[in-house]
């Protein structure tokens, strides 16, 4: 079993950044966030895997990034240019089939975080 910790939520105004950072218990091949607006499904914002290949969602391309600790199995998401359609609980994933990784289907990922909100105000 493999926890994941998030961390770095929190309220901002639009055009402002925050950063996420995620701490895996143990190397799994794909990490990645996903968030969940009230009444909406859960969806992929980034995926990252250990053969080297990331997919950002279209709605983030060029204001998300990610980084990682590869030391410390930990990731991170800096989020730029935040605008209020961003607001939302967002989650870590994780899993350790590149099977599972390369859908970047929610329910196919087996490890999640608890989950941290960020909140974007206009």
């Known amino acids: 079993q493999v926890q994941l910790v998030e961390s770095g939520g929190g309220s901002v105004q639009a055009g402002g950044s925050l950063r996420l950072s995620c701490a895996a218990s143990a190397y799994t091949y794909c990490m990645g966030w996903f968030r969940q607006a009230p009444g909406k499904e859960r969806e992929v914002v980034v995926i990252t895997t250990g053969g080297g290949s990331t997919y950002y969602a279209d709605s983030v391309q060029g204001r998300f990034s990610i980084s990682q600790d590869s030391a410390k199995n930990t990731l991170f998401l800096q989020m730029n240019s935040l605008k209020p359609e961003d607001t939302a609980m967002y989650y870590c994933?994780?899993?350790?089939?590149?099977?599972?990784?390369?859908?970047?289907?929610?329910?196919?990922?087996?490890?999640w975080g608890l989950g941290t909100q960020v909140t974007v105000s206009s």
């Open positions: 994933a994780a899993d350790p089939l590149a099977l599972n990784c390369a859908t970047h289907i929610a329910d196919r990922l087996r490890y």
